[in-house]
């Protein structure tokens, strides 16, 4: 099984790559986390905003891999706990079906990709910089795969 982190935006300052690589890479080989870049939209004064989160859903939607299940990361999905998202990763891998993360841009994601998820998570009600829901979701599906295999790392409860 492999996780598709789809995510817009390229160019991410160093401090992001390192953390998230370093996340990616402690994961085992039949649990991937593989992050695919999608150029964003430029942004002027005068954008038509609606229009170039449409863009972005439309270059998002066309990176998911086929037979993916596709989970939208959206402040109005349903919060997990730690443990919860643990159980998710657990019941993925027990399918082997491929999963999609979407991350959209500044503005979010397009009402097209919200339709087509067949879940939708929110990380928190908080506002969270796109560079950094990169890293956050590369160490909590660590945190979750170390639960899940008794791994030290997690030593919440």
Same mark, same amino acid.
């Given at each position: 099984?492999?996780?598709?982190?789809?995510?817009?935006?390229?160019?991410?300052?160093?401090?992001?790559?390192?953390?998230?690589?370093?996340?990616?890479?402690?994961?085992?080989?039949?649990?991937?986390?593989?992050?695919?870049?999608?150029?964003?939209?430029?942004?002027?004064?005068?954008?038509?905003?609606?229009?170039?989160?449409?863009?972005?859903?439309?270059? =998002?939607?066309?990176? *998911?891999? @086929?037979?993916? #299940?596709?989970? !939208?990361?959206?402040? &109005?999905?349903?919060?997990?706990?730690?443990?919860?998202?643990?159980?998710?990763?657990?019941?993925?891998?027990?399918?082997?079906?491929?999963?999609?993360?979407?991350?959209?841009?500044?503005?979010?994601?397009?009402?097209?990709?919200?339709?087509?998820?067949?879940?939708?998570?929110?990380?928190?009600?908080?506002?969270?910089?796109?560079? =950094?829901?990169?890293? *956050?979701? @590369?160490?909590? #599906?660590?945190? !979750?795969?170390?639960? &899940?295999?008794?791994?030290?790392?997690?030593?919440?409860?």
């Amino acid at each position: 099984m492999r996780i598709h982190l789809l995510a817009v935006g390229t160019k991410m300052p160093t401090w992001v790559v390192t953390a998230t690589a370093d996340y990616v890479g402690r994961m085992p080989a039949h649990c991937q986390i593989l992050i695919k870049e999608l150029v964003a939209e430029k942004r002027t004064k005068s954008s038509d905003l609606q229009r170039i989160c449409e863009l972005e859903g439309e270059k =998002l939607l066309a990176a *998911i891999p @086929a037979g993916s #299940l596709v989970i !939208a990361l959206d402040v &109005l999905g349903k919060s997990w706990s730690t443990e919860q998202l643990a159980s998710q990763l657990d019941q993925w891998l027990a399918s082997g079906q491929d999963v999609a993360l979407l991350v959209g841009g500044p503005e979010g994601l397009s009402p097209a990709c919200l339709q087509r998820a067949d879940l939708k998570w929110s990380l928190s009600a908080l506002t969270f910089p796109h560079p =950094l829901v990169r890293i *956050i979701l @590369a160490e909590q #599906l660590f945190r !979750a795969w170390s639960i &899940l295999s008794n791994h030290p790392y997690h030593r919440g409860g």
